[in-house]
């Protein structure tokens, strides 16, 4: 395994950063080697790892906390069609920034978009309070026009 890691095997990477993380394979938890291994499957275009990024530096742990870098790994991850894990939590969690205006600007109409792509119905009914009719149905146009942009083989 180590050589598919080191060879840019972006799920293999991305199980040594969960491992690393959560103390489950190499008898030590060292949140720095998990945060390297996640980075190389971010960039390997692994949309769990994008996630954790996204979560690590919305939290500050192990980096220093950036919204606006949590936000641009989140959008990273939201834009992966089919949508196997990540791509729904990358869109949910750029929602979530999106509904409180960290990192980004605030704005609701797009909160509405991501959480309506993630198909969380939750924080869709939350941000709908926050919006007039005329902002819901510009954000569900914009999600329309977002699925017909990016097909889903899967449904083909």
């Not at 190389?40 to 950036?66: F, T």
């Not at 990540?86 to 949910?92: D, I, K, L, V, W």
């Not at 704005?107 to 919006?131: H, K, P, R």
């Amino acid at each position: 395994m180590w050589r598919a890691a080191e060879n840019g095997v972006s799920d293999v990477q991305f199980w040594f950063g969960v491992a690393f993380e959560q103390h489950l394979w190499f008898g030590v938890t060292d949140k720095q080697e998990a945060l390297k291994w996640f980075k190389r499957a971010a960039e390997g275009d692994d949309p769990d790892a994008e996630v954790e990024l996204g979560d690590h530096y919305q939290a500050g742990d192990g980096v220093e906390q950036n919204y606006a870098l949590a936000a641009e790994w989140y959008r990273k991850a939201a834009e992966h069609v089919p949508n196997l894990g990540g791509a729904g939590q990358g869109r949910n969690n750029l929602g979530l920034l999106y509904m409180d205006g960290l990192g980004v600007p605030k704005d609701y109409v797009q909160a509405y978009m991501w959480f309506s792509l993630a198909g969380t119905e939750a924080d869709l009914a939350d941000v709908q309070v926050e919006m007039t009719p005329g902002q819901i149905l510009r954000a569900q146009q914009m999600a329309d026009e977002w699925k017909k942009r990016h097909p889903d083989p899967a449904i083909y």
